[in-house]
């Protein structure tokens, strides 16, 4: 049955599937931390913590990336562990495999539901194998609706939850703002749980720490935020149609995977409606719960609004948010009503039993999820996401480590480097770096890419030889392994190729480059 929730004791099938399912779920992300190619913004994130030897500098590093500090801090605290960036996987893994725990552990849906959440495209995927800061919004807010009923006692937890979400990523801040917002929703709706919060001796106390606490950390993640502000381009128009559809159709990837085609007006209209439906059914299926409505409202209007005058976000990791509100908010309902709804005697296509009920629409959803998450997975292993870690090796195996270096686009390389862990020359930077330095960084013409080979054989007269390293949209073309151009003041001879990679701008090409001595 669709959300059947009802409190009749477990049999034992049933335990042994709430064992089964996030055990199956950990082995495989355990696997996949030793296994996973990084491709480079896992990888920037590793070297921002590496290459830092104080947390001022750490600091430093990461501001120009436009992220809060708080994922540095923690690869910056566990980079030690192995050394290499294994100590990032491992505890992106432990963060996913938490997250997990806690959905199975106080999530109301029945475990089919959970099931096909598990191995979905975010928690089994974008979320779990890819290393990046999204999986602390993911465990904070799964936190907040299983400790959801600590508010009659202390509202600290809930002040650390929206703390934390605002220095992880600009996005984020949706999900503090819903959070804050389902609070004071509750209490002035819900006069009962005001009364037995204040009959606790010290509640005016617990106000005041979780106002500073909420406070002092929306500021910290502010000032990082705007640190690069000057870079966000705005929206130039207040009233866009199109964006607008945009931005909606960001809203239709949360809840079925696919953005429609922004060229195409009857693309973005078409999949517009459908979202609309899709958030009529939500609202009405959540409003018997009224927080939880506030909560999905808020945190949709505020993740709307961003991305309509802000930034639209690319990717799916993305729209991503707009999931997690949708789960969080059905979370907090069914875990806060007697689960007997009252439903309206008027009948219509979003009600029980018709067409667009909400549990129905979203188990349609979750099913896409599911196949799409699984999917992704299975090609992980089959197909590496970069080819970065397999150029890393085959240099080492040369014994071509040591070798003086020329690397660019510097971007796309960092996967090398941060597997070689060793820097490259790289041209945008005019200098030897290991990573993108957005602050320092200037873009080239990948056209030109020779013409800087050229820069750096004047720079350097010592060097004789060197490696060439190229991104796949910087490289030589019709260049095969073993043959060669020459020109006045030097030769590049192709060494190899690596285009087993998921993603085409990670396939690297390799080249040697000598000086043409008189």
Same mark, same amino acid.
């Given at each position: 049955?669709? *959300? @059947? ?35 480079? @913004? ?5 070297? +921002? ?39 990032? &996987? ?11 725990? #806690? ?33 602390? $919004? ?37 999900? $503090?703002? $819903? ?16 009364? /037995? ?32 502000? @000057? ?20 809203? *239709?990837?949360?809840? +079925? ?13 078409? #999949? ?15 409003? *018997? ?46 875990? /806060? ?8 005697? &008027? ?10 009920? !909400? %549990?129905?629409?979203?188990? *349609? ?5 599911? +196949?799409?998450?699984?999917?992704? =997975? ?5 197909? %590496? ?17 040591? !070798? ?8 796309? +390389? ?22 993108? &330095? ?15 080979? &050229? =820069? ?32 006045? /003041?030097?030769? =590049? ?26």
């Amino acid at each position: 049955m669709l *959300f @059947d929730t009802s409190l009749s004791p477990k049999t034992f099938n049933q335990r042994f599937l709430e064992i089964f399912f996030p055990l199956t779920f950990i082995l495989i992300g355990l696997y996949a931390a030793f296994h996973h190619s990084l491709w480079r @913004d896992e990888m920037q994130g590793w070297m +921002v913590a590496w290459k830092s030897d104080s947390w001022i500098e750490l600091w430093r590093n990461n501001a120009p990336s436009g992220h809060p500090i708080l994922w540095s801090a923690l690869v910056y605290l566990v980079k030690n562990i192995t050394g290499s960036p294994l100590s990032m &996987q491992l505890l992106h893994w432990f963060l996913g495999s938490c997250a997990i725990i #806690c959905f199975w552990r106080w999530n109301p849906f029945p475990i089919w539901q959970k099931a096909l959440f598990t191995f979905g495209y975010f928690p089994f995927w974008e979320y779990f194998f890819i290393c990046r800061h999204y999986v602390i $919004a993911e465990l904070i807010i799964f936190i907040f609706c299983s400790i959801y009923h600590l508010k009659e006692k202390t509202y600290i937890p809930f002040a650390l939850c929206i703390g934390l979400l605002s220095n992880t990523q600009a996005f984020s801040w949706s999900l $503090a703002f $819903a959070i804050f917002m389902a609070l004071v929703s509750d209490w002035f709706l819900h006069p009962n749980q005001r009364k /037995n919060y204040i009959k606790n001796k010290y509640w005016i106390y617990d106000i005041f720490a979780s106002l500073s606490i909420s406070f002092s950390l929306l500021c910290f993640g502010a000032y990082s935020l705007l640190q690069v502000k @000057d870079s966000v381009k705005s929206l130039s128009a207040f009233l866009d149609f199109r964006h607008f559809l945009r931005v909606l159709g960001q809203v *239709f990837g949360g809840y +079925v995977l696919i953005i429609p085609d922004s060229s195409s007006f009857f693309d973005l209209i078409l #999949c517009g409606v459908i979202t609309i439906i899709l958030l009529t059914s939500t609202i009405i299926f959540i409003n *018997f719960y009224r927080p939880s409505l506030i909560f999905f409202s808020s945190g949709v209007i505020f993740l709307f609004l961003f991305n309509y005058f802000i930034y639209l976000g690319i990717g799916s990791r993305h729209y991503g948010y707009y999931f997690l509100l949708i789960i969080s908010s059905a979370w907090l309902l069914l875990s /806060n009503t007697d689960k007997q709804f009252a439903y309206s005697n &008027q009948k219509n296509i979003f009600t029980k039993g018709n067409l667009f009920y !909400f %549990p129905r629409l979203l188990t *349609f959803c979750l099913t896409i999820h599911m +196949v799409v998450g699984i999917h992704m =997975v299975f090609n992980d292993f089959l197909l %590496p996401y970069s080819s970065g870690k397999e150029t890393a090796q085959y240099i080492e195996t040369k014994g071509w480590q040591d !070798f003086p270096i020329f690397a660019t686009r510097d971007v796309e +390389v960092t996967t090398v480097s941060g597997y070689l862990d060793r820097e490259f020359y790289l041209p945008e930077l005019k200098g030897f770096g290991s990573y993108a &330095q957005w602050a320092k960084r200037v873009s080239l013409d990948r056209t030109k890419t020779l013409d800087e080979v &050229q =820069v750096y054989l004047d720079k350097f007269p010592k060097v004789n030889k060197f490696l060439l390293l190229l991104s796949s949209k910087s490289s030589i073309k019709n260049l095969e392994p073993g043959e060669s151009l020459y020109f006045e /003041n030097f030769s =590049v001879i192709a060494d190899s190729k690596f285009e087993n990679s998921f993603h085409d701008s990670e396939r690297f090409y390799l080249y040697w480059v000598e000086r043409v001595i008189d």
